[in-house]
């Protein structure tokens, strides 16, 4: 049987911006020019690579055709674990506006993948969203999948790291800034009296703030954590229907070949 042409590439990384029923076709094309060349060892890498998910080429022609959305995505990143580590130390004012930076950065790029998965003939789900929202959020804390998103040839989805939250979620110390919570020497007049009330009063005021600073630090980084946590049961929960589906699939295979075997031994019999 003669083997089927694929598309045409320049080199390695031109594989990733076919569309992926066409990935194979093209790598093996690609391998077979490589070999007639001379170029053995660098056929035999590329004969390796697998086709990558349709979610994880949605997000490579992001990177190849808007490259400023993933400059963006790791700029957002940054800023958030700039913002988490300010609330580990006892300042959470930039955490709120940078999840939202970063969630903002992220919905833009899932935004445009699912209308390029949509043109490509599919029908983008919430659960490709979720891999594909964990996918830019490996990016962000991973350096090597960055560098892949960048160039727009990553081969398979990543897992969201959740940004070290073992260590975010434990609970965040603040030191309220009053010097003493002691009540102090009596005043010696009422005007003492009520300059020490105000102080006072101060005092409590700064250390609710500061509490209510510790509360939304801790809720916006529980909130990643559960964020993490959904999109990987729904992945989880994706692969294990896809292995359902293959198992069901083998069975039936199984049974259609335990019949023909049975077919077989009939003929046999009647032969003999």
Avoid at 82 to 88: F, Y
Avoid at 190 to 204: K, P, W, Y
Avoid at 241 to 253: F, L, W
């Amino acid at each position: 049987m003669p083997k089927t042409s694929g598309p045409e590439v320049a080199g390695e990384a031109d594989l990733y911006a076919v569309v992926p029923e066409q990935f194979v076709a093209a790598r093996d094309t690609f391998v077979r020019r490589l070999r007639s060349a001379g170029d053995k060892a660098k056929a035999a890498r590329i004969a390796k690579l697998r086709r990558p998910p349709l979610t994880t080429w949605a997000l490579n022609q992001v990177a190849r055709n808007v490259p400023a959305l993933i400059e963006e995505l790791l700029d957002a990143g940054g800023i958030l674990r700039s913002a988490m580590e300010k609330a580990l130390r006892g300042d959470a004012s930039d955490l709120r506006q940078a999840r939202a930076t970063e969630r903002s950065a992220v919905d833009a790029i899932v935004d445009v993948a699912g209308r390029r998965i949509d043109e490509a003939g599919y029908t983008p789900t919430d659960v490709m969203n979720q891999r594909m929202a964990a996918t830019l959020r490996a990016a962000i804390v991973d350096e090597s999948v960055a560098n892949l998103l960048q160039d727009g040839v990553l081969d398979r989805d990543q897992d969201a790291p959740g940004f070290g939250m073992d260590s975010l979620t434990a609970p965040l110390t603040l030191v309220p800034p009053g010097a003493d919570d002691g009540a102090g020497d009596e005043p010696p007049d009422e005007a003492c009296q009520d300059q020490a009330d105000v102080a006072e009063r101060a005092r409590r005021r700064q250390k609710a703030v500061d509490e209510a600073d510790r509360l939304a630090a801790e809720g916006q980084v529980l909130e990643a954590e559960a964020d993490r946590l959904e999109a990987d049961a729904h992945r989880l929960a994706n692969e294990a229907k896809v292995a359902s589906d293959a198992s069901e699939a083998a069975r039936t295979r199984a049974a259609a070949a335990r019949e023909a075997a049975d077919v077989e031994r009939r003929v046999a019999d009647h032969l003999a």
